[in-house]
């Protein structure tokens, strides 16, 4: 597997290019010359913003405002790497990073659960890649994870019988998936306006909420920078 980090990103972002109900989503990052940009469904989008947000209140730690609106434009040209499939994100104490692990998606990640494709809304089978799954945002601590499953292959290499060897394959080809991987590291700031822009650009043609900048929807809006304690109606507005 081919893994490139960006560690930690100058610029993490994202967007869409096209009319309304026939756009394509990308995710960028980039470090010094080094450009990662990959094409994402705007479910991706969605859930990576809500997720940022989750572990953002459960760090508890206070982050400034980060980019504004007018510093996540896309880079041009616009050449993606590839689709991406599985997105992990988590936080590392130790760095005080948030890290953004995003996988290839791959021929059997193609082909989808039962119903899957069918489920999806008119919405969002127009927006973005035709066919392709909208991949569940999964929140992992990445580094706890790879460090456990290292040191458990270490144990299995001490014991030197063919059980052992078999299983310690079996972790090694779960420690490398199919595919390439992007690794990014950002800072919480970054990270706060990847989750506000991405909310926003997911959410074209709603109104946006003054204080946090996510998308005010028909019912209203729980607002986090009120500590989800307000609810904003449109009327309020």
């Excluded at 206070?62 to 997105?87: H, K, N, V």
């Amino acid at each position: 597997m081919t893994s490139m980090d960006l560690d930690p990103v100058d610029r993490i972002t994202t967007g869409a290019v096209g009319p309304p109900g026939q756009r394509t989503f990308y995710l960028q990052g980039r470090k010094g010359d080094d450009v990662a940009t990959l094409t994402v469904e705007k479910q991706q989008v969605q859930l990576l913003s809500a997720s940022i947000l989750e572990i953002l209140a459960r760090v508890g730690k206070e982050t400034g405002e980060g980019p504004d609106e007018s510093a996540m434009d896309l880079e041009e040209p616009l050449e993606p790497m590839w689709r991406a499939g599985r997105l992990s994100i988590g936080y590392l104490e130790d760095r005080d990073l948030l890290l953004l692990e995003i996988n290839e998606l791959v021929a059997e990640d193609d082909e989808g659960g039962e119903g899957g494709e069918e489920e999806e809304d008119e919405e969002d089978e127009e927006d973005g890649l035709p066919g392709a799954p909208a991949e569940a945002v999964q929140e992992a601590v990445v580094e706890e994870a790879v460090a456990e499953r290292l040191e458990a292959i270490e144990e299995l290499e001490d014991l030197e019988t063919p059980e052992a060897i078999e299983a310690m394959e079996a972790m090694e080809a779960l420690e490398e998936p199919e595919g390439e991987r992007v690794r990014m590291f950002a800072t919480r700031e970054q990270m706060l306006s990847l989750s506000r822009h991405g909310a926003v650009v997911a959410s074209r043609g709603r109104p946006t909420c003054q204080f946090c900048g996510n998308p005010i929807d028909p019912d209203g809006h729980v607002c986090p920078a009120m500590n989800g304690h307000g609810k904003i109606d449109r009327s309020d507005r």
